[in-house]
């Protein structure tokens, strides 16, 4: 598996939900991949060292990403640009809250998708992101508890998973009153509370990385469903 395999579910996902809903694919939203893939490679190569790797990978990433500014005019790009960048290479393994952060900022390529790819930076973008933000942030409290469990192995299920439960029961509170959107959001409340049930302190890390990855292609398949049919 990819270093932070987890982070690049939470970069790509937001951005396939944004473009399956739009229904759009072209040459500006294809640049803007592979400038987005780029970056976050480089990031990749910083976290290792290389740094020489990282240079040129931003520079890929900057030559894919100036026609979809010069030529198409998707000038809010250099604003998303300038605040993401300067958080975008800092470590975020220890601390909860710069992992929220990192959610925050990875799922903003589903406006920024949408934007590139309709011209609009509308309340439907920011939706995209809202919706994203919310279902990840409820997988990163449920990654958090499992790796807690391991560390605290005399825990109760139920103090252990407290966090997890008490955030998907607001996300079920949001799901129930933002008809349909809020459909999207049921699969993973639905995995979280039997995987609280089934809570143990052995840490199955592939386990665990391989079915959040199911449940999150789930969760966007659903958006998308959800957006494109019922909406």
């Not at 939470?10 to 944004?18: D, K, N, R, V, Y």
């Not at 790796?147 to 299920?157: F, K």
């Not at 103090?159 to 407290?162: I, K, S, Y």
């Given at each position: 598996m990819?270093?932070?395999?987890?982070?690049?579910?939470?970069?790509?996902?937001?951005?396939?939900?944004?473009?399956?809903?739009?229904?759009?694919?072209n040459a500006p939203v294809a640049l803007l991949l592979v400038s987005v893939l780029c970056?976050?490679?480089?990031?990749?190569?910083?976290?290792?060292?290389?740094y020489r790797g990282m240079a040129g990978l931003l520079v890929v990433s900057l030559v894919?990403?100036?026609?979809?500014?010069?030529?198409w005019h998707r000038w809010w790009l250099i604003a998303f640009g300038a605040g993401v960048a300067p958080v975008a290479?800092?470590?975020?393994?220890?601390?909860?809250?710069?992992?929220?952060?990192?959610?925050?900022?990875?799922?903003?390529?589903?406006?920024?998708a949408w934007y590139v790819a309709t011209g609009l930076l509308n309340w439907p973008a920011w939706r995209l992101w809202l919706v994203n933000a919310l279902y990840f942030i409820g997988r990163v409290f449920y990654v958090?508890?499992?790796?807690?469990?391991?560390?605290?192995?005399?825990?109760?299920?139920l103090?252990?998973?407290?966090l997890t439960l008490a955030y998907h029961g607001v996300l079920a509170?949001?799901?129930?009153?933002?008809?349909?959107?809020g459909l999207a959001f049921v699969p993973g409340i639905i995995h979280a509370v039997i995987g609280t049930a089934r809570l143990t302190p052995v840490l199955k890390i592939k386990q665990i990385a391989w079915t959040e990855a199911a449940v999150s292609v789930?969760?966007?398949?659903?958006?998308?469903?959800?957006?494109?049919?019922?909406?």
């Open positions: 990819p270093r932070e395999h987890g982070a690049w579910g939470i970069l790509l996902i937001p951005f396939a939900t944004a473009i399956g809903i739009a229904g759009i694919f970056f976050y490679l480089a990031r990749t190569s910083f976290l290792k060292g290389d894919a990403v100036l026609p979809v500014v010069l030529i290479f800092r470590r975020t393994e220890r601390s909860l809250a710069l992992q929220l952060a990192a959610v925050a900022g990875l799922t903003l390529t589903a406006p920024v958090k508890m499992h790796i807690t469990a391991a560390s605290q192995r005399n825990g109760s299920r103090r252990l998973g407290a509170g949001v799901a129930a009153s933002w008809w349909p959107v789930v969760f966007g398949v659903s958006f998308v469903v959800v957006m494109r049919f019922f909406r």
